[in-house]
């Protein structure tokens, strides 16, 4: 098994490294396919400069050409796309399961674009819709093909995944428009009414837990912000990465989550 995690690591620095250019070009409208450049002096970065992690520790952060320093965001996102993906293949590949192989490239899908939407939001206070309804489609693809195998033995329609996914995903929907709705965009924006709405979807009942997840570490993340004094209670914090990092903690950590709310629930 070690030897396919590594394979999940290196494979998903080089999606990570994928992921960066999106998120460069999604603003600007560029395509995907051209040719990676500096930003500052928009000098063509050759293959040797270009490699995940290796490129930006051996030019010190810094453009070979301008020498200007090219943002560690780059850096950070190379390695935290590798460590979802190590995380991924850790909980749901097994080589010998045809159907694990399909949720994992699902899972794999899903946290890229969840991880695109949420450095979108916190950069631009915007969900970029058109990878929203990306993540909605492959969740719904998966779901089709699973409830597929077993439609003709479930003995009610709540043992169908999408079911279950729609009514929860139409449930979360409507409690944060309800939210967006009721503070006029102040504490929650419309757009985070879709991401809830995909947390629905692919986790049926247990996205109630991943949004009080959310909304633990959005607390956390504004008490801290408080004290360090960087701002105010009043500031606008954009949401999806807590509604993403909940999803995440969910997915992956489920076991130590449900011992933890245990826990609580015992006090
Ligand atoms: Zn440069």
């Given at each position: 098994?070690?030897?396919?995690?590594?394979?999940?690591?290196?494979?998903?620095?080089?999606?990570?490294?994928?992921?960066?250019?999106?998120?460069?070009?999604?603003?600007?409208?560029?395509?995907?396919?051209?040719?990676?450049?500096?930003?500052?002096?928009?000098?063509?970065?050759?293959?040797?400069?270009?490699?995940?992690?290796?490129?930006?520790?051996?030019?010190?952060g810094?453009?070979?050409?301008?020498?200007?320093?090219?943002?560690?965001?780059?850096?950070?996102?190379?390695?935290?796309?590798?460590?979802?993906?190590?995380?991924?293949?850790?909980?749901?590949?097994?080589?010998?399961?045809?159907?694990?192989?399909?949720?994992?490239?699902?899972?794999?899908?899903?946290?890229?674009?969840?991880?695109?939407?949420?450095?979108?939001?916190?950069?631009?206070?915007?969900?970029?819709?058109?990878?929203?309804?990306?993540?909605?489609?492959?969740?719904?693809?998966?779901?089709?093909?699973?409830?597929?195998?077993?439609?003709?033995?479930?003995?009610?329609?709540?043992?169908?995944?999408?079911?279950?996914?729609?009514?929860?995903?139409?449930?979360?929907?409507?409690?944060?428009?309800?939210?967006?709705?009721?503070?006029?965009?102040?504490?929650?924006?419309?757009?985070?009414?879709?991401?809830?709405?995909?947390?629905?979807?692919?986790?049926?009942?247990?996205?109630?837990?991943?949004?009080?997840?959310?909304?633990?570490?959005?607390?956390?993340?504004?008490?801290?912000?408080?004290?360090?004094?960087?701002?105010?209670?009043?500031?606008?914090?954009?949401?999806?990465?807590?509604l993403?990092?909940?999803?995440?903690?969910?997915?992956?950590?489920?076991?130590?989550?449900?011992?933890?709310?245990?826990f609580?629930?015992?006090?």
């Amino acid at each position: 098994m070690n030897i396919f995690l590594f394979l999940f690591f290196f494979f998903g620095l080089l999606i990570g490294s994928f992921l960066n250019v999106v998120l460069a070009r999604l603003r600007t409208e560029e395509t995907l396919l051209g040719r990676s450049y500096c930003r500052s002096c928009r000098k063509y970065i050759v293959w040797y400069d270009n490699i995940p992690l290796i490129s930006f520790l051996i030019l010190g952060g810094k453009c070979r050409h301008c020498h200007e320093p090219i943002s560690s965001r780059y850096f950070c996102v190379e390695i935290a796309t590798a460590m979802l993906f190590t995380l991924v293949g850790w909980k749901f590949f097994e080589i010998t399961s045809l159907v694990s192989w399909i949720e994992t490239a699902m899972y794999l899908s899903v946290f890229s674009l969840a991880l695109v939407i949420a450095l979108y939001d916190s950069k631009y206070f915007e969900i970029p819709m058109r990878l929203m309804w990306a993540m909605i489609v492959v969740i719904i693809l998966f779901f089709l093909f699973l409830d597929a195998r077993v439609f003709t033995s479930v003995s009610s329609v709540w043992d169908l995944r999408l079911y279950m996914g729609i009514v929860s995903g139409i449930v979360a929907f409507e409690f944060f428009w309800l939210l967006s709705f009721v503070s006029r965009e102040r504490w929650m924006g419309y757009g985070d009414a879709y991401v809830a709405f995909a947390l629905g979807l692919l986790l049926g009942t247990g996205a109630f837990t991943a949004i009080i997840l959310a909304f633990v570490l959005g607390a956390l993340y504004g008490i801290s912000q408080m004290f360090l004094g960087k701002k105010k209670l009043s500031s606008q914090v954009p949401f999806a990465p807590f509604l993403f990092g909940g999803m995440a903690l969910f997915l992956l950590f489920s076991d130590i989550v449900c011992h933890f709310s245990w826990f609580v629930a015992c006090w």
